[in-house]
């Protein structure tokens, strides 16, 4: 793995994209932005990407110091540029996956500007689409939303706000509990996020109050493999959402928590419970300095637990079909149960000095000026093509299929947006530095 660079944003000026015009303009430069700029090279298709700070921005600064990957190192396949360690089935820490995305960067070697915010984008009566940005207003042929679908942190609505001595941090601020006051910590949402952040501080010694959500979780390991190893056999990261048994409802599912640290293991809220995390069910609201939680812990846990047997079993049914020989699996046995459940919670008193807030994020598209969205401000897209020639949304969480957001699937969804940025504009395959992306296109 090379060594990791931490670049500084380096804004444009001003002026510099007054009046330039490209056949595709690429907004974001993250993993997606660099595997479309890939697919479009390898096309001989011009193209510029724009990226509002620098390549990997997000991994470097808006995750915490002991992240690491839920899924194994092979799923990282970004196009022409696979996993190549020495250990595919571990899991990368932050300062890896930076490395691997300035890798790609230097790979791809894309036609780049960093520290350039695209403001607006529209479309006029010739098709021609103008972006107003910070560094000067360019026009495109067609343009590619490779921002991902994780914007804006969400924190609920609450009667009144929390009291000012309590220190509130965003899921993605979150760096360690050495940057909290002291003292214990409320935690809210149990989704990926909230669970592993809930285990960092539990083990780093704090206190820690969590509040629980719907969210499933999974198991690390069964039958011998790691269960992605199965579900990936078993064809499940190729499933396109129009035919996952919940369609398209599944993009606002939440993920599965579990974790990549240490190896891998389970995250079991209940046994982080006999070892004193205190569990809550869902938070409803603050007021008066009293934290009021809705009724449901046993319900969470136990559906939690259903979820992860499942898929134990769905498992367990496709080693029979195939006769696969693989040792016996164990079935998850409780190991805590909720007593009454505690619905209010007074903040003085409670020794809770911090709250990190871990309830998701919601898309913020309010920039694009071009009438493709739902009532919610929603793309609506058919596999990240939309119903205005020319505009392309790409790294959505379950675009196509579960890997669409991930490095495992984003390079296939870019390969297939890049044919079909092709075929609007009538172009011949010239063929670049690789071909691979006209590969995962005719295989999708």
Known sequence: MTAVVHRDAR???PSDLDGEHRP???????????????CLDVRG?????????????????????????????WQCDLPDFPYAGDDPHGFMV??????????YRAFVDPPLREGVSVTRLTRDERGTFTLETSAGTCTADQVVVATGGYHTPVTPPLTEPLPPGITQVQSQDYRSGAGLPPGEVLVVGSGQSGAQIAEDLHLEGRRVHLAVGNAPRVARFHRGRDVTDWLDEMGYYRMPVTEHPRREAVRAQANHYVTGRDGGRDIDLRRFAAEGMRLYGPLADHAAGTMHFRPG????????????????????AHIERQGIEAPPGERYAPVWQPGPETVELELDG???TSVVWCIGFRQDFGWIDVPVFTGRGTPVHTRGSTSVPGLFFL?????????SGRFSGVGQDAGYLAERIRSQRGLVTTGGRGDVCNVLALGS
């Open 94 to 103: 932050r300062e890896e996956i930076v490395s691997y995305l300035e890798a």
């Open 24 to 38: 595709v303009i690429v907004v974001g430069g993250g993993q997606a932005g660099l595997a479309m700029s890939r």
């Open 395 to 403: 790294g959505l969480p379950w675009q196509w299929t579960w890997g």
């Open 297 to 316: 812990l046993k319900a969470a846990l136990d559906h939690a637990d259903q979820v992860s047997e499942s898929i134990k079993d769905t498992i367990d």
């Open 11 to 13: 804004p444009v000026p």
């Open 45 to 73: 298709i011009d193209h510029l990407v724009l990226e509002r700070d620098v390549v990997a921005s997000s991994w470097k600064r808006h995750r915490w110091d002991t992240f690491c990957l839920v899924t194994p190192n």
């Open 350 to 352: 409670s020794g809770i």
